[in-house]
């Protein structure tokens, strides 16, 4: 109030007037504020003195309410932002107010400082400087509590989604437990069910799987053989040495024998061999044996082979058993060829990214299962091959070749064909005899 009182006092002082030659002594004379309408000034010199320029707003208060005013618009763009979603009109409304209230604001501000005369400036005070941080603080606050706001419907959000996640796991869980119970009963079934499981015709429906796995790996292997440059004619010799081929290309055969003999061996014992734990003859066992040897055969049809041999711990016995029949076969492939080549080269690593892995392990696991059903029958399947030198018999024995005329084996002037090797042995499921495979002499 003074300084305006200040201000309108100065606009209308009239300065004392100039020295004039005529007056009286003294030189000076005081001339009248409010002279009559009708007298005329003469001879004088008023000087009218204009107020000060305005002083620009002073920092310590002015950078304090940018600040404020900063910080209202944020916290009033955000409560916009928080209004879409989900769409609120008169929210979404008064924060748009209030953002462009904010920007006024601001603009006001910003005139303020560059103006040199017009509204009058700011007056520099404590209480507005502590004014300007409470808005300040304020704003602040409100900003946190939208984020707040958000972070709980997030928050909220998340929870439903566990909701919704804990019942499916429930509902799993559920379906879980029953697929357990009926795998129990599947594996253990009634003696009536057993009986009418384990036949001739299912155990050969296993074998030619089994027999579909050792061929596929066998041409796996020739083919790495062949790209590596490893000499093959004398890696079939070695395997089965003076055996007469009718054809080069029948060496393959001999290969295949190799293959399925190393597979197939120990198929006489009931853990293959693997820490062979024995089983008497009494009625308790055989009932063990059968029940055990079914419940494995079910439980490994029912996985993957692959995903078996990646999370299962080494103990497992289909591990151990992949293992041990790994190193036998390519071993006893090295010790048997007489070249030098880096037998690296096949990538006969039992890791995935060998080109030899898929194949054998899908080929052990079908022989694993053979092995596994074969225990389940009562008596045991039984497994047996044949020497080389024995005659030709159509009931055990059936040529991997067939283009042989059926009217040799009969012809009574003759000799009857020679057995060069046996590539697939035979089995006897009760009374029936599957025959063996094999490769006659000059076939």
């Known amino acids: 109030m003074l300084q305006k009182f200040a201000l309108a006092f100065k606009s209308k002082t009239i300065e004392f007037f100039a020295e004039d030659e005529d007056d009286d002594d003294d030189g000076i004379s005081t001339v009248d504020l409010d002279p009559p309408p009708q007298e005329l000034l003469t001879g004088q010199r008023v000087v009218v003195l204009k107020p000060d320029p305005l002083p620009r707003p002073d920092p310590e208060t002015l950078i304090p309410s940018i600040f404020a005013a900063a910080a209202s618009f944020r916290a009033a763009y955000l ?101 357990e119970r009926r795998l129990e009963r599947a594996s253990s079934p009634p003696d009536e069910k057993v009986e009418a499981l384990l036949t001739v015709g299912v155990f050969d429906s296993v074998l030619r799987d089994s027999c579909r796995g050792m061929h596929r790996f066998a041409k796996t292997l020739m083919d790495s053989m062949k790209k590596s440059g490893w000499d093959f004619v004398s890696t079939a010799n070695s395997i089965h040495p003076d055996v007469n081929y009718a054809k080069p290309g029948h060496r393959r055969y001999a290969l295949l ?114 092995h596994k059903l074969a225990w389940a029958y009562d008596p045991v399947v039984e497994i047996f091959q044949v020497g080389r030198g024995t005659e030709f018999s159509n009931v055990y024995m059936e040529s991997v070749v067939r283009r042989i005329a059926p009217k040799r084996f009969d012809c009574a002037k003759g000799p009857r064909p020679k057995v060069g090797f046996t590539v697939v042995p035979g089995f006897t499921v009760g009374r029936t005899v599957i025959q063996c495979r094999v490769y006659l002499e000059g076939s």
């Not at 060998?354 to 392990?361: A, G, H, K």
């Open 257 to 370: 024998s190799y293959i399925s003999l190393i597979m197939l061996e120990g198929f006489d014992w009931h853990n293959y061999s693997l820490d062979e734990v024995g089983i008497g003859c009494n009625s308790n066992d055989v009932k063990f044996r059968r029940k055990s040897s079914l419940r494995q055969f079910v439980e490994h049809s029912a996985v993957d082979a692959f995903e078996l041999m990646e999370r299962s711990p080494p103990g497992c016995e289909f591990v151990r058993f992949c293992e041990q029949k790994h190193d036998k076969l390519f071993s006893s492939i090295m010790e048997s060829s007489s070249d030098l080549v880096d037998w690296g080269s096949l990538g006969c690593s039992l890791q995935p990214p060998s080109p030899l892995y898929e194949p054998f392990v899908s080929m052990a696991s079908s022989v694993w299962m053979l």
């Open 79 to 179: 409560r916009l932002q928080a209004a879409q979603a989900p769409f609120d009109p008169t929210s979404a409304s008064a924060a748009d107010v209030a953002a462009v209230s904010h920007l006024r604001r601001l603009s006001d501000l910003k005139r303020s400082f560059f103006r040199s005369s017009g509204h009058e400036p700011p007056i520099p005070s404590l209480s507005s400087l502590l004014e300007s941080q409470v808005r300040e603080n304020q704003c602040l606050l409100r900003s946190f509590e939208t984020a707040l706001d958000r972070l709980q419907a997030d928050i909220d959000s998340k929870d439903g989604d566990c909701a919704v996640l804990r019942a499916r796991l429930r509902d799993l869980e559920a379906s879980e437990s029953k697929l």
